[in-house]
């Protein structure tokens, strides 16, 4: 199966539906018209028309919801987070208070709180399939596939029949390596709601994934595409088209694949399918413009990848030298890289690591904020900020880039370890702890993490926990 | 990924055709012992990482003195690579066969004791004066042995352009200009030497792994054509194949590919795009992969291709290719859809998923049930020896893999069949009737470890026949020919390969399971003859003779 189509379909199912906002009472009106300006963007005059209902009548737990909304769609997320808390304080029932709070600290990339919130809600309503996606959701950010599917495994099997369930499990299933069982929960999903386009996706994509259903798979792919709400048909148009060359149904492919190379033309792949298909049909002309397409395209990469691994084998010479403390030719290396390749963000890391421990911090703020700004979604990048900071002394600042590290990969131990200390630094031992916790669960095992650890439990009167941790702590002392 | 239920479905379906084949039953055992062939490599690493280190080797099963007996030729890696001494001990062993079945070492004063960095291995009579001559590829100078036929050996290479100071690891022998006589191609793989040998690992703890092939440039490949008496000139630009430094050849299979009748070279690289030239039979070549499909797979992405083996898996008359690859990628089934085009179709045949988490390097195809379709096995091992320090979940030594065919060419994994307990570092492997009852034995070789054995059981229920040939017009072992057993409407198909799988090459031999009491075989040679014999029985070998004097048949040395 194409990893990419896995991930186009995940990434689809990120964009969960806003909360359901229950809208009754005298200020029924008033309630519905904020909603309509937050459903149509208009953030601001949701803002605004939730605050007239609240002062009017301050116990809406509906208008602190959607006040909680609006503001963490314009992005502030205290005042979201405390919106959403007032809610929950108006009307102590109401699930969708933790849930919307857990929204705005998934927001926040704070993994742990939005999980508490959410285990709340369902602690109100058991069967809460928003509840249940979102901890599937951030289960997977954080890294913990099984956990995700363990926990709509049980929801499903104890009845909660939904959709949206089937096609979250069966997704994990794929990603888990388990086409069979994604198959059929696809399959179990579908009954329950014919023609969901995702659902046919995660059915075309499993049946790809089995050798005695691969020819099958078209059909459901072809419903999916025919739904109109993929995201980027092309994709599944090539995935349909490899299928159908590979059982040499050489002129059906051809529609999918001229198709696919409309909307997906820069994949290389799309031409040398086309290319197969058009010579095995005896088109030979068209067949050799094709090849010709993929092999500039293919080309191109080609380049990219030797100049790629020409900077790797560079760059690893570099690190080699750092690792053996030979920081100044280390820094001479890796700046010669850099002046043929300034936008190189490894280089421009490894830059920033060599100079911190040179002790020239400024410097490697800067190198480190160029290597950021060129790849804004590598986690390790996030994790040294994170710890420049914490040298620097700035543990709020530290706390955020590491939980932007850890919103992008959760399984970083060393950010979770990063992260406990500058929480506990903080006095917020409880989340420390967590943290702490997950760094250990990770593997990192280091008197550090002992110590923070031990210093949270105490902060927070856990004596005999804080002193088994301080045991472990003395016993890797003695031993390193 | 197939379900259980299928996994048993399929099974229960091969039980019923090959009934001799219990569900539980290993189709085979482990008689290394037993055979005494007591050889193991060793790659005398220092711990820098030098890259050929991991890559051997390869071996060599054909009948040194014309007894009738097939014999096992091992490559070791014995010249020494900088800071290490090496072992001037441990040579290339070669095993002869004796009455009783067993083999004995008679390496010393057979003069094939060679003490290169060896990689690879390759035979044929390239004199035409009626035995086997043997060529070895290495890390450094190949040499190239004169066989007298009584199993004497005398190295003729040296000075001549077969010495070059270069890194070969497969080579086969072809007639790439119909002349009658075989000429010689040489795989070659890196341009690596210790002193462009890089860090790879890493850095930050100083941990060394053996570096990707794409840290280094390829070496160009070489034909070499003979002059009729075993001396060999190199041709390579005029002869249309590539010198560029994308050349990382590690397998190789030469055939017929695209049923012109005319020799062709099938070259698997690593990482880069593997080669098809298309002979003209006339000494020349036309590089043909890509657009024939056979270059990158269904992605249009390169693999990292080791092993290639070719045969029939579908039944449609047609060659396929059958590639081993890295881990993370899958090995691929270039299956034939017409005449000289191929389409990856790996998928739809069971093979991708059972082969991503393993490297596979040595592969054989071959009716290993006998039920009258050719079955594949993976010999598989990390490249990396020491990858569990980088990656918990890998592991250098893996499981051996063999997967059964339907008929249809959908494949199903029996490791359970195998009888083989524990992984491997495995790299060559070939399939061979080593114990002469007409069934395919397994021979796996393993980088820094024991040579295994593994002998087929399934001859106690059912029959096979071997068929060798002697040219005349064509090649003297007929290397290149297309044999057609034919019987109860159904033809199995072979070509007779002088190399495939990884590094080595099999005896020059094809093997069928023969469930009828007769069947016709005819062969198709490379000089365009066709040869017809009806009345063929299992239980036998046949040689046919291109000039139609061909021998009485020899029953196998055990009754089945």
């Keep these: 199966m194409s990893r990419f189509l896995l991930a186009l379909i995940i990434a689809s199912l990120t964009a969960l539906p806003a909360p359901a906002q229950e809208v009754g009472g005298p200020e029924a009106d008033a309630l519905n018209a904020a909603v309509a300006a937050l459903v149509q963007g208009d953030h601001a005059a949701a803002e605004s028309q939730f605050r007239a209902i609240l002062d009017r009548a301050p116990q809406t737990a509906e208008a602190w919801l959607g006040l909680s909304e609006a503001r963490r769609l314009q992005g502030d997320l205290d005042e979201a987070l405390e919106a959403a808390q007032r809610a929950g304080e108006a009307a102590p029932g109401l699930a969708a208070a933790p849930l919307t709070a857990a929204r705005v600290h998934m927001d926040r990339g704070a993994a742990q709180p939005a999980l508490s919130e959410l285990e709340d809600v369902l602690e109100l309503d058991p069967d809460s399939v928003d509840a249940l996606m979102l901890i599937s959701l951030v289960l997977r950010q954080l890294g913990r596939i099984d956990e995700a599917a363990a926990g709509l495994a049980n929801a499903w099997n104890r009845g909660v029949r939904h959709p949206a369930v089937a096609e979250q499990l069966s997704i994990v299933r794929l990603t888990q390596g388990d086409p069979a069982a994604a198959l059929r929960l696809a399959e179990e999903g579908l009954t329950l709601a014919p023609g969901r386009p995702t659902l046919l996706l995660s059915k075309g994509l499993a049946k790809a994934a089995l050798t005695e259903h691969r020819a099958e798979a078209v059909v459901p792919l072809g419903e999916a595409i025919h739904s109109g709400l993929l995201p980027e048909p092309g994709r599944v148009h090539l995935e349909i088209g490899a299928i159908l060359v590979e059982e040499g149904r050489f002129a059906e492919a051809i529609g999918h694949l001229e198709t696919a190379r409309d909307e997906v033309g820069h994949e290389p792949a799309v031409h040398y399918q086309l290319a197969t298909a058009r010579r095995a049909l005896g088109q030979a002309e068209e067949a050799l413009a094709d090849l010709a397409r993929f092999e500039e395209l293919a080309g191109e990469s080609d380049a990219d990848d030797a100049t790629r691994k020409a900077l790797g084998t560079r760059l690893n010479e570099a690190q080699a030298l750092a690792a053996a403390e030979r920081l100044d030719e280390a820094l001479e290396a890796v700046r010669a890289l850099l002046l043929q390749n300034p936008d190189d963000a490894p280089a421009l890391a490894l830059e920033a690591k060599i100079l911190f421990s040179l002790g020239h911090r400024t410097e490697a703020e800067v190198s480190l904020a160029r290597a950021r700004e060129l790849l804004p979604t590598h986690a390790e990048y996030h994790f040294l900020a994170g710890l420049f900071r914490m040298y620097a002394g700035l543990p709020v600042e530290a706390e955020k880039a590491l939980r932007r590290a850890l919103t992008l990969d959760g399984s970083l131990a060393e950010a979770h370890a990063l992260l406990g200390g500058s929480l506990a630094k903080q006095g917020k031992s409880e989340e420390a702890i967590v943290h702490f916790q997950r760094a250990l669960e990770l593997g990192i095992d280091q008197p550090d993490v002992r110590l923070g650890y031990a210093g949270a439990l105490e902060e927070l009167g856990r004596q005999s926990e804080a002193d088994e941790q301080m045991k472990a702590y003395r016993r890797l002392t003695a031993t390193n | 990924m197939t379900s259980t239920p299928v996994r048993a479905g399929l099974a229960l379906s091969l039980t019923l055709v090959a009934p001799g084949v219990g569900a539980q039953s290993p189709l085979f055992e482990d008689a290394t012992r037993e055979l005494g062939i007591d050889f193991s490599h060793r ?450 198909r072979r070509w007779l390969k002088s190399a495939s799988s990884y590094l080595s090459q099999g005896p020059p031999e094809v093997h069928f399971a023969l469930r009828a009491e007769t069947a016709v075989l005819t062969v198709y040679w490379p000089s365009g003859a066709i040869s017809k014999r009806p009345d063929i029985r299992a239980g036998h070998h046949y040689t046919v003779a291109e000039d139609g004097a061909s021998p009485p048949s020899r029953p196998f040395a055990k009754s089945q």
Aim: glycine share 14%; net charge negative.
């Design chain 2, 43 to 492: 790659h005398f690493g220092t711990g820098r990482k030098y890259m050929p280190e991991n890559m051997g080797a390869g071996l060599a099963v054909f009948d040194v003195d014309g007894d009738g007996q097939l014999d096992v030729y091992l490559v070791q890696a014995s010249g020494a690579l900088p800071g290490s001494t090496g072992d001037t001990e441990a040579t290339n062993r070669l095993f002869r066969q004796g009455a009783d079945g067993r083999f004995q070492d008679v390496t010393e004063g057979s003069g094939v004791g060679h003490g290169g960095y060896g990689m690879g291995a390759s035979f044929g009579d390239i004199d035409g004066d009626g035995d086997l001559d043997l060529f070895v590829t290495n890390y450094g100078p190949d040499a190239l042995f004169r066989n007298d036929g009584e199993c004497r050996f005398t190295e003729v290479a040296a000075g001549s352009e077969l010495a070059r100071d270069v890194w070969s690891s497969s080579a086969g022998m072809l007639d790439a200009d119909n002349d009658g006589d075989l000429d010689l191609f040489v795989a070659r793989y890196l341009d690596w030497h210790p002193a462009n040998h890089k860090f790879c690992g890493n850095a930050q703890t100083g941990l060394r792994s053996y570096c990707h092939p794409d840290v280094y440039e390829g070496a160009p490949d070489g034909l070499f054509l003979n002059d009729g008496t075993g001396r060999f000139a190199r041709t390579v630009d005029r002869a249309g194949i590539r010198t560029s430094a994308n050349d990382k050849g590690l397998g190789l299979v030469l055939s017929d590919l695209n049923a012109d009748g005319i020799q062709d070279i099938y070259v698997a690289n690593d990482s880069t795009r593997n080669y098809l030239y298309l002979g003209s039979g006339k000494g020349t070549f036309r590089e043909d992969a890509l657009a024939a499909g056979v270059a990158v797979n269904a992605r249009g992405a390169r693999e990292a291709s080791m092993g290639v083996e070719l045969g029939d898996l579908n039944g449609d008359g047609l060659p396929d290719l059958f590639l081993t690859h890295l881990d993370e990628e899958t090995n691929t089934l270039y299956m034939s859809s017409g005449v000289g085009l191929w389409v990856d179709r790996t998928e739809a045949t069971g093979l991708a998923e059972p082969s991503r988490p393993w490297v596979g390097f040595g592969t054989v195809l071959g009716d290993f049930d006998h039920d009258g379709d050719e079955d594949l096995f993976v010999a598989n091992g990390h490249i990396i020896d020491n990858i569990d320090r980088f990656d918990g979940t890998r592991r250098h030594r893996q499981p051996p893999q063999l997967f059964l065919n339907d008929g249809s060419g959908r494949f199903v994994e029996r490791r359970d069949l195998l009888g083989v307990e524990g992984d491997l570092a495995g790299r060559a492997a070939l399939g061979a009737d080593i114990d002469d009852d007409g069934d395919l034995d397994l021979l796996i070789t393993q980088n820094d470890g024991p040579t295994l054995v593994l002998r087929n059981l399934s001859s106690t229920a059912t029959a096979g026949l071997r068929v060798s040939l002697a040219g005349s017009n064509s090649n003297p072992q007929g290397y290149g020919a297309r044999i057609e057993l034919a019987a109860d409407g159904l033809t199995q």
